[in-house]
């Protein structure tokens, strides 16, 4: 082959290119290395070990400031196979307390790399988690004989009540989600699944601190780096005051035991919630500790669905309760006054249509019409609104007008309360209508909303909205259950008044109706001596047997409680309704209950209901 | 057959062979260091890396004396045949349905999986060999140059078809070769400068100068540019060094100045100031070209012109008309973002345990860093780190050393070739161990792009130890009969 020599002097190109790229190397090794003085510092085979410091959370109190949730110290155990020496495993698990097979499986579990990816006999593997102090106080003594074996404190959630779990909700390790949603959170790290825990995460959580050590080629801490300059201390999480009146809510548990149901009191002035009761509900500390996973499996496997918050998740027909609110649009509205009167011959007949109703006198006026509780009254008022065409042209205009009425009552859309998973409710408005009907439909077709049932549903927190509401004749302050995050303002929503579109005259004239229901009508048994209570029965109808609502408020002037009680298949309002909504305005006004109001309580609380085993 | 052997015996290149057998052994004790765990380890369990990699180490030896005993007109004969399976065997891995940490590239015949890629290689060095080595061919033949650059880039389409990018970039390297068999140095400087200008200006287009307005990328390489323009004056138009040295100087001063000024006086945008000197020294390459008549300034007003629109080519390129996830790749490639393995990470934690190696090093098996799982895939693609941090500046300066001996030893072999084959051949072996050299150790030194390709000899994995295995030994073989080859 003929030599290209020209060509030939191109390998001491190439050869230069790679000498050159290795020296290249060699000279950043150099640096790396050698000059560095960053590394040289840690030439001595040191590496830098970032330990998270975790802040304590923000505790929870009540309005009056009684401890709900706390932090109690639990420990994990863990191990770093490389320092472990030879040890008895009987004398190990009596140590700690646990079985000896359950020990021997867990150190095999540890080293099973298929079980625990991130296994590195050098580095700290967690061997039993969340010990309580007793415990651990035992162990602690013999820690000694077993080098290897490490106590790292950490923090359980401990409650000083036995009730208000959906309200406190609970805490729980970060889901893979989480973490990607959030980089704040680590593999491990803890994070409010429901309740305030939740919805107040970032405020509770605090701000975690980092301490960088410095640990030798053994695995041994040798001190902070750079003396701790880089080191940042933890930001406790912020204490929470609730709205909440614990006492009230342990009551109002009692009252729904073995019922299906809700109560929700708020305090009109503020929007202050000072109950959220659901029934069933179930023990906090469940859901704190080491078996917080049975226990939640356990309670979502539950038919009657104790996880459920009925008292904003559930959405119920209003019944009666909702004559309220037609009573003042009709007022506002010009549909009726103080004087019209409507006919009731046992119930609202027209055009061969019949909205029964009960015996009482006729024709009647709104007040008396709202102290009985007179379905044909609401009915009447109803169909002339959607009927005076007169007045809006077209029944979709005039059904429209109503749909703004209710939307400004809180309805129809969340109120915007500060706990996870609040549903909206139904507000139907004309376009609903046109599509289920076809666009055939009047007053009539729709009647049955005018009393609370068919589609119009709302969640026992509007009903108590629309109690507050109705106590502040006219604007209502969005709910909420944090009264106070300390140090820190409270959002503005929660101190915005929301006016409805009525007048605080019509408003002046409901009260009177349902102030007469409790001296004389349908609400009797809310009447309390020395306190001027205001009530509204309902009583809805449903597929079974009829749920037992009350909404009222106390006292008149000046109201401090409005309060809305919701018992599933209840019956009459008056059964269930009534009763437990006197004693909750009881107790919260006197602090006490009367010797024989306690009576009624312990009988009530003892009371069940047979909703049979179908899943609710 | 007995005086085969012995001529084999007598001839093979013992030197390389041991320069192999010290590497391989190396990269055994590093991986032994990388996957090493305190206490529970033995080397020998076949269940662990360590052991697993020596059983992959004996495989290698077997194949190599194989290699060592066949006829060595075998890999003349059936270049385009092995070459052709082993295209199918590419083609066929894009339809694979294991994936292996998101990439196809891997095929499963049982307990072992190995990676075509790896072996690619050596079909494409052989095939081209074999192409090249015809005695019609020519490199300056148009037909010829597409044809071989068809070899090169077939298999390449195929490896970034199983989204195995690294492996594809690695064919780059048979440029090298080319360049050596005659290619113009202008192509190679060209593709060097498009490199450099892409990576620079993308990677730190983002990155303000000191005076909060210039931005780094822009500024580095339209200085570049100057630099090159009189470097290339001075290279090709030898009459004009004179010009060079002024451009040079005049550039120099003009961008100290501007900095001077931009950082203490009023800040501006040196970015105009750098396009308004391209465009003087265009104008001058123009007028020189005018009035000496040498085609070699039209061809630098060229480079001058070209590299600026490049510049802004690819800026506007990336900035416009890349969709947001191939943004996102280029953007990990370069460093400029974590991505969701952590390239940045790795890099990080890769330059600490070098670094706390120090001169001598931590000692074997006493690198925490690398124990501790600070440095993720530190027993395949930085394995270099354990190097480091175990053995120090003296024990990776000498790997290194290793390798500039082995690559500077088949330059070596490649040259005293009878035949354009053999040759050929030898420089694609070098090249491709060059490249992964240059990228493997300057990713782990945090100087080139992280790039996932291996180490070669010190990677743990069959395939690619196999694969440069045999990449090496075929030349051996080929090299062993050089005597014959000149006479046949």
Not at chain 1, 123 to 152: M, W
Not at chain 1, 430 to 448: C, E, H, P, Q, V
Not at chain 1, 481 to 496: A, N, P, R, T
Not at chain 2, 302 to 316: E, K, N
């Amino acid at each position: 082959m003929k030599r290209d020599y020209k060509l030939e002097k191109r390998k001491y190109t190439i050869g230069g290119i790679v000498v050159l790229i290795v020296l290249v190397f060699i000279i950043r090794l150099f640096s790396l290395q050698i000059m560095s003085d960053d590394y040289k510092r840690n030439a001595d085979s040191n590496a830098l070990l970032q330990r998270v410091k975790y802040p304590p959370r923000g505790l929870i109190y009540d309005r009056y400031g009684r401890l709900l949730v706390f932090n109690q110290p639990a420990y994990d155990i863990t191990v770093v196979m490389k320092e472990v020496e030879k040890f008895d495993t009987l004398e190990l698990a009596t140590a700690l307390g646990v079985n000896k097979d359950f020990l021997v499986k867990r150190f095999k579990d540890i080293r099973n790399r298929n079980v625990n990816p991130g296994y590195s006999r050098y580095t700290h593997q967690v061997l039993l988690t969340q010990l309580s102090s007793e415990d651990c106080a035992v162990f602690r003594e013999k820690l000694f004989n077993f080098p290897g074996f490490y106590i790292q404190a950490r923090t359980v959630r401990q409650y000083g009540y036995d009730c208000g779990a959906h309200i406190l909700g609970d805490i729980a390790e970060v889901s893979k989600n989480e973490i990607e949603d959030d980089p704040y959170y680590k593999r491990g790290d803890f994070i409010g699944k429901l309740g305030v825990e939740r919805s107040y995460e970032t405020q509770l959580r605090g701000d975690k601190g980092v301490e960088i050590l410095l640990r030798d080629a053994h695995g041994r801490i040798q001190g902070n780096y750079m003396n701790g300059s880089l080191d940042k201390a933890p930001v406790a999480g912020k204490n929470l005051k609730l709205s909440l009146d614990i006492e009230l809510q342990a009551l109002g548990e009692r009252l729904l035991e073995g019922k299906i149901g809700s109560i929700v009191a708020i305090e009109p002035s503020t929007g202050e919630v000072l109950c959220l009761v659901s029934s069933p509900s179930y023990n906090p500390h469940l859901m704190a500790g080491r078996h917080r996973g049975e226990n939640h499996l356990k309670l979502s496997a539950d038919p009657w669905k104790p996880l459920l918050n009925r008292a904003i998740m559930g959405t119920y027909p209003p019944g009666s309760t909702f004559k309220t609110s037609q009573a003042l649009t009709f007022l506002q509205e010009g549909i009726i006054n103080t004087e019209t009167q409507y006919p009731c011959s046992h119930g609202f007949n027209f055009r061969g249509l019949h909205v029964g109703c009960h015996a009482h006198g006729s024709p009647l006026s709104v007040i008396p019409a709202l102290a009985t509780s007179c379905n044909a009254y609401f009915c009447w008022g109803l169909y002339y609104m959607i009927g005076a065409r007169s007045k809006y042209g077209s029944v979709q205009n005039a059904m429209n007008t109503w749909r703004d009425y209710m939307v400004s009552m809180g309805f129809g859309y969340t109120l915007g309360i500060d706990l996870p998973g609040e549903k909206r409710g139904m507000i139907p408005n004309a376009a609903f209508y046109d599509k289920a009907y076809r666009g055939s439909w009047n007053g009539l077709t729709i009647i049955s909303i005018s009393i609370g049932q068919g589609e119009v549903t709302l969640t026992p927190l509007q009903i108590a909205n629309l109690g507050a509401t109705i106590a502040n004749r006219g604007y209502y302050i969005t709910p909420h259950v944090v009264k106070e995050v300390e140090g820190d303002e409270l959002e503005k929503k929660y101190s915005e008044k929301h006016f409805t579109k009525v007048d605080r005259v019509h408003y002046d004239e409901v009260v009177q109706g349902m102030r007469a229901a409790v001296l004389g009508g349908t609400c009797r048994g809310a009447n309390l001596p020395d306190i001027e209570v205001c009530g509204k029965t309902g009583t809805a109808q449903n597929k079974g047997k009829d749920h037992s609502a009350f909404m009222g408020f106390a006292p008149m002037n000046n109201p401090k409680i409005a309060i809305a009680v919701y018992v599933e298949n209840g019956g009459f309002g008056a059964v269930y309704g009534v009763p437990i909504g006197k004693l909750m305005i009881e107790k919260y006004l006197k602090g006490e209950l009367s010797p024989q109001s306690q009576l009624q309580a312990d009988e009530i609380q003892k009371r069940r209901i047979n909703y049979g085993l179908q899943e609710r | 057959m007995a005086y085969k052997k012995d001529s084999i015996f007598k001839n093979v290149d013992w030197w390389t062979i041991m320069l192999y057998i010290l590497l391989v052994v190396c990269g055994w004790f590093s991986i032994c260091g990388a996957s090493y765990d305190y206490g529970d380890s033995n080397f020998w369990d076949f269940g662990l890396r360590s052991g697993k990699q020596l059983v992959w180490i004996a495989c290698s030896l077997g194949l190599a004396s194989v290699i060592l005993s066949l006829d060595h007109r075998f890999f003349d004969t059936y270049a385009f045949l092995i070459f052709g399976i082993l295209l199918l065997l590419l083609f066929a891995t894009i339809f694979n349905p294991h994936e292996i940490k998101g990439s196809k590239s891997w095929i499963v015949l049982g307990p072992i999986s190995i990676q075509p890629a790896e072996f690619a290689k050596f079909g494409t060095a052989l095939a081209l060999a074999k192409f090249m080595g015809e005695y019609t061919y020519s490199l300056s033949n148009r037909k010829h140059f597409v044809a071989t650059l068809a070899i090169i880039l077939v298999p390449m389409f195929l490896i970034i078809m199983q989204k195995e990018t690294g492996s594809a970039l690695v064919y780059l390297s048979f440029f090298l070769m080319l360049y050596r068999e005659g290619m113009p140095g202008a192509i190679l400087f060209t593709g060097v400068c498009a490199v450099a200008y892409f990576i620079v200006g993308i990677r730190f287009s983002v990155v303000p100068m000191a005076d909060e307005i210039t931005p780094w990328g822009e500024f580095a390489v339209l200085s570049l540019i100057i630099i090159l323009t009189s470097g290339l004056i001075c290279v090709y138009c030898k009459q004009a060094r004179k010009l060079a040295m002024i451009i040079l100087m005049v550039g120099v001063t003009c961008i100290i100045l501007g900095v001077l000024f931009s950082f203490f006086v009023i800040p501006f945008n040196m970015v105009y100031m750098l396009l308004v000197m391209n465009g003087v020294l265009f104008i001058t390459m123009i007028i020189y070209f005018l009035r000496e008549r040498i085609y070699s300034y039209l061809f630098i007003s060229f480079f001058v012109v070209g590299s600026v629109v490049f510049l802004f080519s690819t800026d506007y390129v990336f900035a416009k008309v890349l969709e947001p996830h191939q943004k996102v790749r280029i953007e990990v490639l370069l460093g400029m973002k974590d991505d969701p393995s952590g390239a940045g990470y790795n890099v990080n934690q890769s330059k600490i345990a070098i670094g706390s190696g120090g001169f001598v090093g931590k000692g074997f098996l006493n690198g925490t860093q690398t124990k501790l799982k600070y440095v993720p895939e530190q027993d395949t693609d930085f394995i270099f780190c354990t190097v480091g941090e175990e053995q120090g500046f003296l024990g990776s300066s000498f790997v290194l050393l290793l390798y500039l001996s082995l690559i500077l030893r088949l330059i070596f072999l490649s040259e005293r070739q009878p035949t354009r084959f053999a040759r050929v051949y030898g420089y694609s072996v070098m090249s491709i161990f060059f490249f992964h050299l240059f990228i493997n150790v300057g990713m782990v030194l945090g100087l080139t792009p992280v790039i996932g390709i291996p180490l070669p000899f010190f990677s743990y994995g069959g395939s690619s130890l196999w694969g440069f295995t045999i990449l090496l030994f075929v030349f051996l073989r080929i090299d062993a009969a050089r005597y014959g080859n000149a006479n046949g």
